[in-house]
């Protein structure tokens, strides 16, 4: 054979992996220590790089339609590269963004519209951590359109479900269970969060505080590995500035910690009315708006832009007018309007289909509202407080708090946004307050109120999602029923027919009377009863559970009736249906999705 013949069987390059193989990288991937630990580290990775993509785009669309890096720097000022619109570009801009974004998300991932972190929760929650790949993209560019066109929202939401969509993408392709599914979700979060916002420990408890709820050591291990490694990158690509750069603040006197927390009472009612807002508007824009939702982001971007052109400051983000408001260049009347602004400026975006975060905009008006206070404070005791930028900081965590109900995260937040910890302990002060009068004036949060209004309840965090599946879609028909004139010993052969060893009486009418267990026929029977007795006589009457309510519930119900099977109440007060331990376990352990009807076939009573 010549050497020719032997070079051309020789492969130069290594062959593909065998179907085997993949298989068996991909058992490893998801079920051993390391192979966890390369996957957090993976999806940290890889959401640090959509990171850096996704500012780099809110900056390119930022520029395209206005012609500055952060048209917030330079309010008022018009388009260098449109000069004969003048300011009236910032009425042309989120008109232009929402035509090209609505359609994009209308046809390839709804879910994307919105502030994003709603949507992982929901996901995790009741989805066991599913989440379409395409969301990434679509979010990414959505959100960035909508942000360089002029839309008063943030880019942590998105940059959330764009890591979360990321973490969801791999953990499917290794065939990841559910519940460690849910674990990549959250280390994509997490990940988003530090390489955006430098805050690599804040970037963590925001995923295990606001999305994954119930975490194990495990799981923390997991999210913290893919939040170091996503900020690693990130710092790399993109520096390791603080967020806000901010004089070193201390406290003047103790008196000023009563001001702290007057101030921490005042951010919470602030940020649970800012909640309020959003929803209120969003509700305003759907009684209105009756053009189709693809072009809802268009029209409704005339009137954004309206308001844009009178309050230019409410463009993009906002981050330069923060650092304005907290080195007290404003008036209070001034950031009182800024304050009235945002909020309605977010809620509008929001609620003619913009796709953004809800973050910095409460980071926003919470530092509006602390330099308003500061400012006061200064007024009425003049050389004995701290700086207006120590209230405007403190007010910027306490506002968050009270919106999102996130204590731990806004206090790591804040510290390591800013850097400074001089202001820790007020700011820890104020954050408990506001979170307090959160829980006092509204049963949910900024992010859980959007699931409420969809009738989704995240209350119980340790529930299994297929566990509050409705009962109208898990239970049974009603098995035929023992009359209760039936004697003791026919109600006995009855029960024997039914795997569950329970059955409904039934009056002569064929009304529900109760329950008739075999284990109380069978105690009755072996201790003499007469066998003239009727059913009648050992009828109980279960737990009630109603079609409305959940397999939980109806687990519950049946550990307190004590017996294999109950039935299911309509709203008409009579059974409409029979529900069994097997069926509410075979609902609870099932591999199918939970937003998937569950149907029972087993015709067994």
Known sequence: ?????????????????????????????????????????????????????????????????????????????????????????????????????????????REARGHGVPEVMYAVSQQGGRIRPQVAVVKALASALCIGGGGSVGREGPIVQIGSALGSTLGRVVHASESR????????????????????????????EL????????????????????????????????????????????????????????????????????????????????????????????????????????????????????????????????LVGKMVATSLTIGIGGSGGVFAPSLFIGAALGSAFGMVAAYLLPGQVAPIGAYGLIGMGAVFAGAARAPITAVLMMFELTGEYSIILPLMAAIVLATSISHALSPDTIYTLKLRRRGIDLTAPGTPSRARVPLARVMRPLPAGVDARTPLPKAADQLSHTPYGVLPVTNVDGGFLGILTARAVAEALAAGEDTTQKAAIMTEFPATVTDTDTVEDAIRALNL??????????????????????????TVSADASPSAPTTVTDPAG
Not at 18 to 41: E, N
Not at 561 to 586: H, K, M, Q
Request: proline share 6%.
């Open 181 to 208: 599914l849910r674990v990549l979700v959250t280390c994509g979060a997490a990940a988003g969060i530090s390489a955006t916002f430098n805050a690599p420990i804040a970037g963590v408890f925001f995923a295990l």
């Open 1 to 109: 054979m010549s050497r020719a013949s032997t070079n051309r069987r020789r492969p130069l390059w290594p062959l593909p992996l065998d179907r085997q193989t993949w298989v068996s990288l991909g058992v490893g991937l998801r079920s051993s220590h390391w192979g966890q630990i390369t996957l957090a580290m993976l999806i940290g990775a890889g959401s640090a790089l959509f990171a850096v993509l996704f500012r780099w785009l809110i900056a390119s669309f930022t520029w395209l339609f206005t012609g500055h890096a952060d048209y917030a720097a330079v309010p008022g000022a018009g388009n260098p590269n449109l000069p004969w619109l003048g300011i009236w570009f910032v009425v042309l801009a989120p008109v232009v963004a929402g035509l090209l974004y609505g359609p994009l998300v209308q046809a390839f991932a």
């Open 211 to 338: 999305i994954l709820l119930d975490f194990t050591a495990n799981a923390f291990g997991l999210v913290v590995i893919a939040s170091v490694t996503s900020s690693v990158i990130g710092r790399a690509i993109l520096g390791d500035a603080p967020f806000l750069t901010l004089p070193a603040f201390s406290v003047t006197s103790p008196m000023e910690y009563l001001l702290y927390a007057v101030l921490g009472v005042v951010a919470g009612a602030v940020g649970v009315g800012f909640s309020k807002t959003l929803y209120a508007i969003e509700d305003l824009c759907d009684h209105l708006g009756r053009w189709p939702e693809w072009l809802r982001p268009a029209v409704g971007g005339i009137v954004l832009g309206l308001l844009l052109l009178v309050l230019p400051q409410m463009y993009g983000v906002g981050y330069p007018v923060i650092g304005e408001a907290m080195n007290g260049s404003y008036t209070i009347g001034f950031l009182i309007i800024l």
């Open 561 to 586: 009736s004590g017996c294999g099977g109950i039935p299911v109440f309509g709203a008409s007060g009579s059974p409409v249906g029979w529900v069994t331990y097997r069926d509410a376990l075979r």
